[in-house]
């Protein structure tokens, strides 16, 4: 696979140990939970200290949740999901943009994603006291840039055994969440999601506008 790297020398190893920047994400989400697993089971921390929720941001309180938050997970499951996708979607989208600015960009959409999921409660009553935790506001970060460097790009979405091109699969997977939260009452963090996947969208027509050639030469890699 072709590495494209926007602005950036391909590098042959990361920061630690030869491990990617992906690989080196995912093992500190699985640490972290198990870690912050630990102090809530054990009263040492509660949610508040860990999990976004708008009303502690509006009084000025637990700000550092923004940056805590994307890496606690709901339960086994949730994290399995979310490291699951995280381990395709990441390990491409790091050979497209190089090991350092995959991981700012992974970083901002995160924080972006918890900024938008807050002010959104405003809109949102019900989120306005609720916890939102989990790396899926990033990931969508990630989605929404794919749709614009490899929009022809076939995935698998959920349990659909047959493959779909990103940029339908994408704006299908946020509807679809949205709609199981919904009907099933289930806590989904749908604003933080698309707060995600605007940032996304973002970055990838930037990047687009600036490296049309190299963008172009991706999308027709990935058809």
């Given at each position: 696979?072709?590495?494209?790297?926007?602005?950036?020398?391909k590098k042959k190893k990361s920061f630690l140990s030869g491990l990617s920047v992906n690989t080196q994400i995912i093992i500190l989400n699985i640490i972290l939970f198990?870690?912050?697993?630990?102090?809530?089971?054990?009263?040492?921390?509660?949610?508040?200290?860990?999990?976004?929720?708008?009303?502690n941001i509006f009084?000025?309180?637990?700000?550092?949740?923004f940056l805590t938050s994307m890496f606690m997970h709901g339960g086994l499951f949730h994290l399995f999901v979310n490291m699951?996708?995280?381990?395709?979607?990441?390990?491409?989208?790091?050979?497209?943009?190089g090991p350092?600015?995959?991981?700012?960009?992974?970083?901002?959409?995160?924080?972006?994603?918890?900024?938008?999921?807050?002010?959104a409660s405003l809109i949102f009553?019900?989120?306005?006291?609720?916890?939102?935790?989990?790396?899926?506001?990033?990931l969508f970060g990630l989605i929404g840039l794919m749709m614009f460097l490899t929009p022809n790009l076939p995935v698998y979405v959920m349990f659909i055994?047959?493959?779909i091109k990103i940029k339908y699969a994408a704006p299908g997977i946020l509807i679809l969440l949205w709609l199981i939260s919904v009907l099933g009452e289930i806590p989904i963090g749908n604003t933080a999601h698309l707060g995600g996947l605007i940032v996304g969208l973002i970055?990838?027509?930037?990047?687009?506008?600036?490296?049309?050639?190299?963008?172009?030469?991706?999308?027709?890699?990935f058809s």
């Open positions: 696979m072709e590495v494209y790297n926007f602005g950036y020398q198990i870690v912050f697993s630990i102090l809530i089971r054990t009263n040492i921390l509660t949610w508040d200290y860990i999990a976004i929720k708008p009303s009084e000025g309180k637990y700000i550092w949740t699951f996708s995280l381990f395709f979607v990441g390990s491409l989208i790091q050979k497209l943009l350092k600015r995959y991981l700012s960009f992974y970083l901002i959409a995160g924080l972006f994603a918890g900024i938008f999921f807050v002010l009553p019900a989120d306005f006291n609720s916890y939102a935790i989990g790396a899926s506001g990033a055994p047959i493959p970055y990838g027509f930037y990047l687009r506008m600036k490296y049309k050639n190299k963008v172009k030469a991706i999308s027709k890699r």
